[in-house]
């Protein structure tokens, strides 16, 4: 069964930091692409972050270029986001995302590229 569980959520403050996680099961976590999503109320899911977890390539969305961290821990199926200078605009449920296994990024920035999600993890930042 394929699972996606992300943690570490909350409130804080303009200008804040916050640390996201997701747990990956092993058939979603194996050399594939992996992305982290954001929607914010009233707008579409958005990608901020990708990476593949074997090949290590990285992708960053122009609006959190320079503030967001994507890492993976391949001992712990893990996925992170290191999320710095944070402002309201950030505020959104942020989500994990997954290919099938052995996939690679392209079209990285497709919403319907990725097969598995997680329930999502709410970020509120005010000012």
């Known amino acids: 069964q394929v699972r996606l569980v992300e943690s570490g959520g909350g409130s804080v403050q303009d200008g804040g930091s916050l640390r996201l996680s997701c747990a990956a099961s092993?058939?979603?976590?194996?050399?594939?692409?992996m992305a982290w999503f954001r929607q914010a109320p009233g707008k579409e899911r958005e990608v901020v972050a990708a990476?593949?977890?074997?090949?290590?390539?990285?992708f960053y969305s122009d609006s959190v270029k320079g503030r967001f961290t994507i890492t993976r821990d391949n001992a712990k199926k893990a996925l992170f986001l290191q999320m710095n200078s944070l402002n309201p605009e950030d505020t959104a449920m942020y989500y994990c995302?997954?290919?099938?296994?052995?996939?690679?990024?392209?079209?990285?920035?497709?919403?319907?590229?990725?097969?598995?999600w997680g329930q999502g993890t709410q970020v509120t930042v005010s000012s």
């Open positions: 990476v593949h977890t074997g090949f290590g390539s990285i």
């Open positions: 995302a997954a290919r099938r296994p052995y996939s690679t990024c392209v079209d990285v920035f497709s919403l319907n590229a990725y097969d598995y």
């Open positions: 092993d058939s979603s976590y194996t050399s594939t692409c």
